[in-house]
């Protein structure tokens, strides 16, 4: 389950802030995830549930925000977004689309005291 690793970098980023920002508790953690990122909602905020015991944000409300999927249609030239990897474009109906977003997990921003 690779949501316990993500949910471990999450704590070290969360720690790493605190410290140099000098805060004491995350009240609020956004996450972006995107569509094509391979991650289980469900087992990441049992993940996180459980690595951020004991740190800043032990408790914090999590919010996880979806972004969609993009890709460069070569049938039309557009930016297009897809549900899926091998959608054609919504467009044009060309199948010669390279994804280019969708893919990436970010913490977005964190409400701190």
Not at 42 to 51: G, I, N, R
Not at 56 to 73: I, R, S, V, W
């Amino acid at each position: 389950m690779h949501e316990m690793s993500l949910a471990e970098g999450i704590r070290q980023i969360i720690d790493d802030q605190a410290r140099a920002q000098g805060f004491a508790r995350v009240v609020r953690l956004r996450l972006e995830i995107g569509r094509f990122a391979g991650v289980e909602k469900p087992a990441l905020e049992f993940a996180l549930d459980v690595v951020l015991r004991g740190s800043p944000a032990e408790g914090a409300a999590l919010h996880m925000l979806d972004l969609p999927g993009h890709a460069l249609c070569y049938d039309c030239g557009e930016s297009v977004e897809i549900n899926n990897r091998l959608d054609p474009c919504p467009l044009c109906g060309g199948g010669r689309l390279m994804p280019q977003g969708g893919d990436e997990m970010r913490i977005k921003d964190m409400e701190v005291i």
